[in-house]
């Protein structure tokens, strides 16, 4: 079975959760204790989970006023455990502050406050608990000819389109080298990302795991076990 590395955060439940339906043994990660140099070792992949807003002086960026203080070290750990999965190719899939993480780890900027610097109708944050966590918030566009549509394929409409949920209130901004965008909103705002150069380096910005007891989006973490088996 493989084993995957979850980034620890505040609500582990549902990615764990995910993780077992799609076959793969969950390895939450304690900063502390496991160096990121011998998880890449010990990992078949690697699950960035949500969680505070990434720092942005790692993108060169001041702090917008909404910026959400980050979980002390944590951004510096999770970068070191992106590059170094990508030095040995393995599969990373990013959700949320994930994606957003994986951007900035490679190179790219975020969008600080969806709110203020890129208004609109679209509904990007639903916080729990008012909202149940698997509630729909708005739909996606989906790239075709993509892992994601790939994956995600029986779930499209005509038009290219699904419905996810939404809990954020950042975004990826310029896109890091390499890195080819699958999914938008309404509005525009990144919804996925992917390095096709990779075998399996998935980042989406809603939250998957959210559907763990329905299994709407369980394909996605089926396909990164499977790309996680080595
Ligand atoms: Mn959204």
């Known amino acids: 079975m493989p084993l995957i590395a979850i980034a620890r955060c505040g609500k582990t439940h549902d990615y764990i959760e995910s993780v077992r339906s799609a076959g793969g043994e969950p390895w939450v990660l304690d900063p502390a204790v496991d160096r990121a140099d011998s998880v890449i070792r010990a990992a078949g992949g690697l699950l ?48 949320c502050r994930g994606i957003q993480l994986l951007n900035v780890a490679r190179g790219g900027t975020l969008v600080q406050d969806i709110p203020t610097e890129r208004p609109s109708t679209v509904s990007h944050r639903l916080p729990t608990p ?50 080819r965008i699958t999914a938008f909103a309404p509005d525009g705002i990144v919804e996925a990302v992917e390095d096709a150069g990779r075998q399996f380096c998935l980042g989406v910005q809603w939250h998957p795991e959210s559907f763990y007891r329905t299994g709407e989006f369980i394909p996605l973490f089926e396909a990164f076990v499977r790309a996680s088996r080595r």
Not at 133 to 140: F, G, K, N, P
Not at 158 to 171: E, F, L
């Open 48 to 95: 960035l989970t949500g969680g505070d807003d990434v720092r942005p002086d790692l993108y060169g960026a001041t702090p917008h006023p909404s910026f959400e203080g980050s979980e002390a070290g944590r951004d510096e750990y999770e970068i070191e455990l992106v590059s170094r999965a990508i030095e040995a190719d393995v599969p990373i899939f990013a959700i």
């Open 130 to 179: 008012a909202h149940a966590a698997d509630e729909i918030a708005h739909t996606i566009h989906v790239e075709p000819d993509s892992l994601l549509s790939a994956l995600v394929g029986s779930r499209l409409s005509d038009a290219a389109t699904c419905s996810v949920n939404s809990r954020h209130h950042q975004a990826v901004d310029r896109l890091a080298d390499g890195f």
